[in-house]
């Protein structure tokens, strides 16, 4: 028999994935972004919505539509296709960039915003974080209970004051829009939200979602459909309210030579409440990267334990070991070794979200996803080498190109063109 939640339970299930997405990118990269702004905070603010709240919710829709991750999503393809992309999928948001991150960033507000020469090291610290995560992973039954229960209610509070401090504080300034905002920053923003990785996490999420209502007895697809709707959009309410904050704070208290969101943060805090803000702001930080963390760990392992004849519990090890050596370069490097990455990748996890939530409408679907797929792969590999600053085929005569953004008009194109075939097919067999 199918069980139902309890509303207390939905709305944990709704905190826990709030609190998978809002991790150290989640965090920085508005701030920053924020500052550079200056007068266009607005425009950068929609834009970087765009891709860092409404990608990811289309994402856990499309997990909900497809009744499972990137293997239900392409199952019309070749098996090896879909594996191929979760694979590069989860090293990214695994391993080798996102779950290093979130060390890094909270060993960098938590630790180091008190001094120079932190009291632990770097090594010291990740290596303690990613312990406290793999102990937390290796019980995935216990994670909407531990996370969306217990520590997610408590970061809430914790930002909320945040908030609140940022949206009457008094005595900022705003500085000079930076170059690169200047000329459109919508689409700037759309860039910057590529960094905080949520609209790749949120298929890999969607997947620990589901996996978590059937340890909880939710076996019925539109069950789980529905729940999985719910928390999706407390969680895009969650991170919407905390970008605002964050773009807001960014722009107004923004300070020359500022090199990372976390830098304006820190001094933020440190002038408006002292030494007590720092610390409460190194809890925040921590609660944050650690529940994010968790998720990913949980996410990365699920998916290769079944895709290998190692268990889930040996695969948290060995993600966790690999978290903790990335963890030690500098941040810096770390997020600009991912944008390459991101650029490239970005287009066709969109294009699978947006074949999936309108499969139903999209006629010669087989045909159609292929297609589409090669055409987003095509042009992500093409901006993938621009950022890289490699020499790629000149293709500025096409639409956004120069903003990074040639994929979206000829993606786009083609789901739109099989959803009329699909809507002009039915009536020819009719007439």
Known sequence: MNKQLKPFDVLGLGFMTFAFFLGAGNIIFPTMAGMLAGVEVVPTMLGFLLTAVGLPLLGLFAVAKAGGGISQMTKLLHPAIGVVISVAIFIIIGPLIAAPRTSLVAFELGVKSFGEEPVVSQWVYSLAFFTLATVLALFPGKLMDSIGKILTPLLIVLLLALSISVMTASGG?????????????????????????????????????????????????????????????????????????????????????????????????????????????????????????IGLLSACSDYFSQLTPLSYNTFVIINAVFCVMMANLELGVLIEMSIPVLVAVYPIAVALMLFSVFSSQIALKRQSLALTLAVSLFFGLMEGLKAAGISVPDLSFMPLFDLGLAWVAPTLGLVLIYMLVGKVKPALVTS
Not at 220 to 248: D, E, M, N, W
Not at 256 to 275: D, H, K, P, R, W
């Open 173 to 293: 300034q705003v500085l000079p829009t930076d170059p690169s905002y200047t000329h459109a920053p919508f689409a700037k923003g759309i860039l910057d939200g590529y960094s905080t990785m949520d609209a790749l996490a949120s298929i890999m999420f969607g997947m620990l979602i589901v996996d978590l209502l059937k340890r909880k007895g939710i076996t019925h697809p539109k069950t789980q459909y529905r729940y999985l709707i719910i928390a999706a959009l407390i969680a895009a309410g969650g991170l919407a309210f905390v970008y605002i904050s964050l773009f807001f704070l960014g722009s107004s208290f923004g300070f020359s030579g500022a090199s990372s969101g976390g830098e304006i943060l820190t001094a933020y805090v440190e002038n408006q409440f002292g030494v007590l803000g720092l610390m409460v702001l190194a809890g925040v930080i921590t609660l944050a990267c650690l529940t994010t963390a």
